[in-house]
């Protein structure tokens, strides 16, 4: 089992820039390939952003594609979403998610989910 916690969320204005982090304890973080998702008031909660579990591959939904860029440090045990140019739109409380299996996009593919962390973005 693995614990993952988020921080760095936070107010910013449009065109702004955030660096959110989800440190993992627990089991080797090196075997879980990692996401990042997030839910809005009133909506489902979305895919955002995934990384395979060494690293070398990502992928990113096109909402966030060019303005959002996953990465991980495993000897850290922890993951990053550089977020830059933010809108309005990315407001929504953001989660970080393990899966066991290879990288994902869906909610299904993740075994393991962080309490999340607000992000505001004001116009």
């Known amino acids: 089992q693995v614990q993952l916690v988020e921080s760095g969320g936070g107010l910013v204005q449009a065109g702004g820039s955030l660096r959110l982090s989800c440190a993992a304890s627990?089991?080797?973080?090196?075997?879980?390939?990692m996401g990042w998702f997030r839910q809005a008031p009133g909506k489902e909660r979305e895919f955002v952003a995934a990384?395979?579990?060494?690293?070398?591959?990502?992928y990113y939904a096109d909402s966030v594609k060019g303005r959002f860029t996953i990465s991980r440090d495993n000897a850290k045990n922890t993951m990053y979403l550089q977020m830059n140019s933010l809108k309005p739109e990315d407001t929504a409380v953001y989660y970080c998610?393990?899966?066991?299996?290879?990288?994902?996009?869906?909610?299904?593919?993740?075994?393991?989910w962080g309490q999340g962390t607000q992000v505001t973005v004001s116009s």
């Open positions: 627990g089991r080797t973080f090196s075997r879980y390939a």
């Open positions: 990384i395979s579990k060494s690293g070398g591959s990502t």
């Open positions: 998610a393990a899966a066991t299996g290879l990288l994902a996009t869906k909610r299904q593919n993740y075994d393991y």
